[in-house]
């Protein structure tokens, strides 16, 4: 942050401008600039994946109290992180069009460092959850290899006769087992005992850790349609936002990405009642501690997008008749039409957000084997990265295909004489089809099912029920 505000604060480092235009960036001051961006994304990879998880840590599983407070962590934890995002759509955009880039970075730049001291104090009182095996990952390899390896010997009718360790063992290292899931059953081979070979089989708990992992890819890889819708808030919402009446009196100007702050808002409100309301309602309901599951509470969040994107293909028609009827063409005029007319999309956005990205923050945590609960978390952040790639993809592919002779391109650089509703139609198909390919991954998915130590040597299961519902959204 601190090369990124130098990077738009030093003479040398930015493009010289005369009468508002700016001559071209130099091949060094465009690498400073990226490098500045890079280092941001560097340091990001640690710090994302890793403080969620360390706060969710800080909670101690086999206190009765604790737990029931860590089910409400990731819901207030996403509240304080929106909280900085609020100030920063409000508070720094304004900043950054009206005083400067150099101060809309410097502040920032400022409550990170500030930030950096408060943690650093809390040192002493941090809890540090004990890793119970050297390499966590090594599993992830190990087993689809000695699966591999036993390909040609028969898997027993019976589970109980895969190798696992006993009961005490887990007792005594303080590992939780994990107990036997009829999916992914070609991995079972690697728990098979062969009495020919010189190396003992995998254990149970290592299979069904692969297992989960391989189970988590799978609902990974439906949730980046979602994060690519995400993306439109900050890029084509935006440009739209551009393109149409922001007057709020006689002399003020709605900066178009303050309009994000909304999706923010929704979510701060949401947020409360969601933990304080729905939860305990639910709660009574269904007799699970979460309210819902949290498949179920993904599918509720995805059903919220697609109705959001519906939204905004309905808003984007009519502001195109707007255009059509006042005959407008040039990419600086400005539509007749109130920016406001956007907000029910960020709104709806906003509240999606409080089901299904809260939702699979926590859905990646819990579901993660013992010792790997950063991976999950990793899951949740590469989503959001690849959802922007694909959304710069789509933008570059959809624009380069429809550009072609007489057609208009659906998302050009004048919105006012392209098809951006063509587009917003497009993300309307793929988000419902992935709605449904979202149903059929949940069908397939099995909760984590473990075995902790509590009372001196007594056994408990915490199960992820096995049991399958009609769409596969377990309780």
């Given at each position: 942050m601190i090369m990124l505000t130098t990077a738009v604060s030093l003479k040398s480092l930015k493009p010289t401008c005369t009468n508002g235009i700016c001559n071209k960036a130099s091949t060094s001051q465009v690498a400073f600039f990226y490098i500045s961006l890079y280092t941001i994304a560097l340091g990001a990879g640690?710090?994302?994946?890793?403080?969620?998880?360390?706060?969710?840590?800080?909670?101690?599983?086999?206190?009765p109290h604790e737990k029931e407070?860590?089910?409400?962590?990731?819901?207030?934890?996403?509240?304080?992180?929106?909280?900085?995002?609020?100030?920063?759509t409000l508070g720094l955009v304004y900043i950054q069009e009206n005083l400067g880039w150099g101060l809309g970075y410097g502040v920032p730049t400022v409550g990170l460092l500030v930030s950096l001291v408060v943690f650093y104090l809390g040192t002493p009182i941090y809890r540090h959850k004990a890793r119970k095996t050297k390499s966590p990952a090594r599993d992830l390899i190990q087993v689809p290899v000695?699966?591999?390896?036993?390909?040609?010997?028969?898997?027993?009718?019976?589970?109980?006769?895969?190798?696992?360790?006993?009961?005490q063992y887990y007792i005594n290292s303080g590992k939780r087992q994990i107990h036997y899931t009829p999916i992914f059953r070609f991995l079972d081979k690697a728990a098979v005992k062969d009495g020919n070979s010189g190396r003992p089989p995998c254990t149970v708990t290592q299979v069904e850790g692969t297992k989960l992992v391989l189970g988590m890819m799978l609902i990974w890889l439906v949730t980046l349609v979602p994060s690519t819708i995400w993306a439109q808030i900050n890029t084509l919402f935006v440009k739209q936002g551009t393109t149409m009446d922001r007057s709020l009196g006689s002399s003020f100007q709605i900066p178009a990405a303050s309009l994000g702050s909304f999706v923010t808002l929704s979510m701060l409100i949401s947020v409360p009642m969601y933990d304080r309301y729905f939860v305990p309602f639910m709660r009574r309901k269904t007799g699970n501690p979460r309210g819902i599951t949290l498949l179920q509470r993904l599918g509720i969040g995805f059903v919220i997008q697609v109705i959001a994107i519906a939204i905004a293909y309905a808003v984007e028609v009519r502001r195109m008749h707007v255009i059509r009827v006042h005959q407008i063409t040039g990419p600086k005029q400005i539509v007749p039409m109130n920016i406001f007319w956007l907000l029910p999309q960020y709104v709806l956005l906003g509240i999606?957000?409080?089901?299904?990205a809260i939702g699979l923050l926590e859905f990646f945590y819990d579901q993660s084997p013992e010792d790997m609960q950063s991976l999950g978390t990793t899951f949740f952040t590469s989503g959001i990265g690849i959802g922007n790639f694909l959304n710069s993809f789509l933008v570059t592919m959809v624009d380069k295909l429809t550009d072609r002779g007489e057609h208009k391109s659906w998302i050009g650089d004048n919105l006012n004489d392209s098809h951006l509703d063509y587009y917003y139609g497009f993300l309307l198909v793929i988000s419902t089809l992935n709605l449904g390919a979202f149903i059929w991954a949940s069908s397939k998915y099995v909760y984590k099912r473990e075995t902790k130590e509590v009372n001196?040597?007594?056994?408990?299961?915490?199960?992820?029920?096995?049991?399958?519902?009609?769409?596969?959204?377990?309780v």
């Open positions: 640690g710090t994302k994946p890793n403080i969620s998880t360390f706060g969710a840590d800080q909670f101690d599983d086999f206190n407070l860590k089910v409400s962590f990731f819901n207030w934890w996403m509240f304080s992180s929106f909280l900085g995002a609020l100030f920063a000695t699966a591999f390896k036993n390909r040609k010997l028969q898997l027993p009718q019976n589970p109980c006769q895969l190798h696992e360790h006993e009961p999606a957000d409080v089901f299904n001196e040597g007594c056994i408990e299961m915490e199960s992820k029920a096995l049991e399958i519902s009609p769409l596969g959204l377990q």
